[in-house]
């Protein structure tokens, strides 16, 4: 049975690498709970996981098991209860997506897979992050003669591009045979339990999930599925209509402590075990959004510490102005009066509710 050497249960980051234009196809509906669910399709548990659709499909005659989370079409993303994301149709017939087929019965056979067999490490560096070693749980099947690259996006044969992340494979009820965390799986009923991870957008907590990210070491942080495909996606530091990527803001310094309530940072995620509540600078009912998540790790700078302005975030638009003063740079320093700029790798993180 797979086992987890992690130290840490949600986050994103790399150790490896240093407006609105109007309203999408639905608003979010009100939840039991008082959030406010983007995804319809969904169930939000008080253990802090969702419960999703699931899928089943093939992959090399394997059965694999996968779930729906956005489209880049707004009727069949209503259709499905799941995201609309026009932008995501940016990354059609790029290295970013699979082009899928169809079985005899309806259902999708995928060209590449995923591994779900190794183990997870995250070894924490003197301050957290980043970390001293980190490898990813699950692995997406590589480039080969016989297929492409696995990535979470597949385009329908009508040209429409869902995100379709594979969280199980084969026996799905083996730990060693789905994601880290898929907590349960129905196969009678079709659903899976999945752990959410809590952040910021527009200064509203959100939930969203995390299932792919292109660099190993946000992989291996995030707890996800390592997709390198997934930097094919257009257009690196691009927040505009023209990309499939929008922005999100990971904290590497913040302040710290679980009883902290201004902890914030994948400093924190590692050394405190909770999440670095990234701040997402759109969500699903604005034109902007999509799940790729072109990240910038941000750095308080001595300054602003000093001085405790290093207090936690919640709004993108509010982190660029620290920029602005010079009190968040880059990951590593990056001097004040240069661009704020992306890192380098994208995390598959769509967003389920906001409070």
């Known amino acids: 049975m797979k086992t987890s050497r992690s130290l840490l249960a949600a986050g994103v980051a790399s150790a490896a690498l240093a407006l609105t234009i109007g309203a999408a196809a639905h608003l979010p509906a009100a939840h039991a709970d008082g959030s406010n669910l983007f995804i319809t399709s ?64 309806g259902t999708i056979n995928f060209p590449a897979t995923v591994d779900f067999t190794p183990n997870r490490v995250v070894v924490p560096g003197p301050t957290g992050f980043p970390p001293n070693a980190a490898a990813p749980g699950a692995v997406g099947e590589p480039t080969t003669a016989d297929h492409p690259a696995y990535s979470p996006l597949i385009q329908l044969p009508n040209g429409i591009i869902e995100n379709a992340p594979q969280i199980a494979r084969g026996v799905a009820s083996d730990n060693s045979s789905r994601a880290d965390k898929v907590v349960s799986i129905d196969l009678a009923h079709m659903t899976v339990n999945y752990l959410e991870t809590p952040g910021f957008q527009g200064g509203n907590a959100v939930r969203y999930v995390s299932t792919d990210a292109s660099d190993p070491a946000a992989a291996a942080l995030e707890d996800a599925t ?130």
């Open 226 to 355: 390592y997709a390198p495909a997934l930097n094919a996606a257009p257009t690196l530091d691009d927040d505009s209509t023209a990309s499939s990527r929008t922005t999100l803001v990971a904290f590497t310094n913040g302040q710290t402590g679980v009883n902290n309530p201004q902890r914030q940072g994948l400093n924190s995620a590692v050394l405190d075990g909770q999440s670095p509540l990234n701040v997402l600078r759109w969500n699903p009912s604005q034109g902007r959004y999509s799940p790729l998540w072109d990240v910038h790790l941000a750095q308080w700078t001595p300054a602003a510490i000093a001085s405790g302005q290093n207090t936690r975030q919640t709004d993108v638009g509010q982190i660029f102005n620290l920029v602005e003063h010079g009190l968040v740079v880059g990951f590593n320093g990056t001097p004040q009066g240069t661009t704020f700029r992306a890192s380098g790798f994208i995390v598959n993180c769509p967003i389920v509710s906001f409070a």
């Open 42 to 105: 969904a169930h939000e548990n008080a253990d802090g996981t969702a419960t999703f659709p699931l899928h089943r499909g093939t992959s090399h005659g394997q059965t694999v098991y996968y779930i729906i989370l956005d489209t880049s079409d707004g009727n069949l993303s209503q259709r499905l209860g799941v995201n609309e994301s026009r932008k995501l149709a940016n990354a059609a017939n790029t290295g970013a997506v699979q082009h899928i087929s169809y079985n005899a019965d």
